[in-house]
Nanobody
Framework: QGQLVVSGGGAVQAGGSLRLSCGVS????????MGWFRQVPGKEREGVAV????????FYADSVKGRFDISQDNAKNILYLQMNNLQPEDTAMYYC???????????????????WGQGTQVTVSS
């Protein structure tokens, strides 16, 4: 699998915000979905948000709806995840990925499809 360069993680207090960035230029034309996923040690990987690049549709896990926003800067070939009102339960390693996939299914079943970034840690304290 290839690599997507991820940045923007860190530590914040509950209620704070962070923005994650992911360089996607290498895989832009060979995939139709780009997304953010997270994983806590000992737990399964969870889909956070997926963007369907064909028409810009976005899909979110129920736990982050209204707080997180996925977007893409086409000129810079960067995928973003704006995270607002962060809560301790959002603490996890966050991964960026790009794949040829059904965005709804990929969000619900985040398999190792396509290409994945190296992960960035987000820690939210109460």
């Amino acid at each position: 699998q290839g690599q997507l360069v991820v940045s923007g993680g860190g530590a914040v207090q509950a209620g704070g915000s962070l923005r994650l960035s992911c360089g996607v230029s290498t895989y832009k034309y060979s995939t139709n979905s780009m997304g953010w996923f997270r994983q806590v040690p000992g737990k399964e990987r969870e889909g956070v948000a997926v963007l369907y690049t064909r028409d810009g549709s976005t899909f979110y896990a129920d736990s982050v709806k209204g707080r997180f926003d996925i977007s893409q800067d086409n000129a810079k070939n960067i995928l973003y995840l704006q995270m607002n009102n962060l809560q301790p339960e959002d603490t996890a390693m966050y991964y960026c990925a790009a794949a040829q996939a059904d965005p709804r299914l990929w969000l619900l079943d985040p398999r190792d499809l396509g290409y994945w970034g190296q992960g960035t840690q987000v820690t939210v304290s109460s």
